[in-house]
C-alpha cells in the first residue's frame, strides 16, 4: 500500500523568536533534522519510490536538501499568509490588533488576517494539491504547520472546528496508509 508522510520543515529562526509567517532559514537545530530525515525515511520505504514536495519557503527546502528523492515545490504548499502581522509573535498582535486576536480565539477556522488568509481560505487552495495526492503513490510533504492541519484534517476526516487545533510537532514524521475507510498512522519523533 502506499503511504503519505507529513513532516513541519525543521525549526526555522523564527520557530525560535516566536514569530509567525515570513520566510527564515532553518535554526540549527533544524538543520540537524534536516540531516537526520533521510535516514529515518530509507528505513521507512527501503528503495521504494517516493517523491517529495515542499513550499516555496526556504525552511521546507533546506529541510528537503540532504532527501535523494525527486523534489517538487509548490506555492500551493506555503504556510498560511497572516497579512498584516506576518513576522509578529503573538505577544505583539494581541497588542496591536487585540479585537482581531480576540476573535480568532472565537472562530479559528473562520477567522481571516487582515490582507491575509484563514484556515477556510487555505482548505481551498489546497484543493488542487490534495486532487494530485490522491493520484500518487508515496509522498512525503515537508510542510507547515496550518498546511498540515489541512491536509491532516482531510485525510482523517476531522471537523473544521478542530482542525486549527490538530498538534502536529516539529521533528516529527506522520505516515498515514490510506486504507478504504481512513487511515492507518504512525508517528516517528527524532530526538533533536
Ligand atoms: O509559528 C509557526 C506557524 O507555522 C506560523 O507561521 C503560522 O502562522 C502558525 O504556525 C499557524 O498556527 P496557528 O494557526 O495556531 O497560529
Given at each position: 500500500p502506499r503511504s503519505i508522510f507529513f513532516s513541519r520543515h525543521g525549526e526555522s529562526q523564527f520557530n525560535v523568536e516566536g514569530k509567525i509567517g515570513g520566510d527564515a532559514p532553518l535554526s540549527s537545530r533544524g538543520m540537524q533534522y534536516a540531516q537526520a530525515l533521510p535516514a529515518l525515511i530509507t528505513d521507512n520505504i527501503g528503495d521504494a519510490p517516493l517523491t517529495v514536495w515542499t513550499s516555496t519557503l526556504q525552511r521546507t527546502i533546506q529541510s528537503a536538501q540532504y532527501l535523494p528523492y525527486n523534489k517538487l515545490t509548490w506555492k500551493?504548499?506555503?504556510?498560511l499568509d497572516a497579512g498584516v502581522?506576518?513576522?509578529?509573535?503573538y505577544e505583539e498582535i494581541e497588542q496591536a490588533y487585540p479585537e482581531d486576536f480576540a476573535n480568532r480565539d472565537e472562530d479559528k477556522f473562520n477567522y481571516r488576517y487582515r490582507g491575509g488568509e484563514s484556515y477556510r481560505d487555505v482548505v481551498t487552495r489546497l484543493e488542487p494539491v490534495i486532487m494530485e495526492l490522491e493520484r500518487q503513490e508515496n509522498i512525503l510533504i515537508i510542510g507547515h504547520q496550518a498546511i498540515l492541519r489541512c491536509l491532516y484534517a482531510y485525510f482523517h476526516n476531522l471537523p473544521h472546528d478542530d482542525l486549527p487545533y490538530i498538534k502536529i510537532p516539529l521533528h516529527t514524521v506522520i505516515k498515514l496508509t490510506p486504507k478504504a475507510y481512513g487511515c492507518d498512522e504512525e508517528r516517528y519523533t527524532l530526538p533533536i
Open positions: 500551493s504548499l506555503d504556510e502581522c506576518d513576522g509578529m509573535t
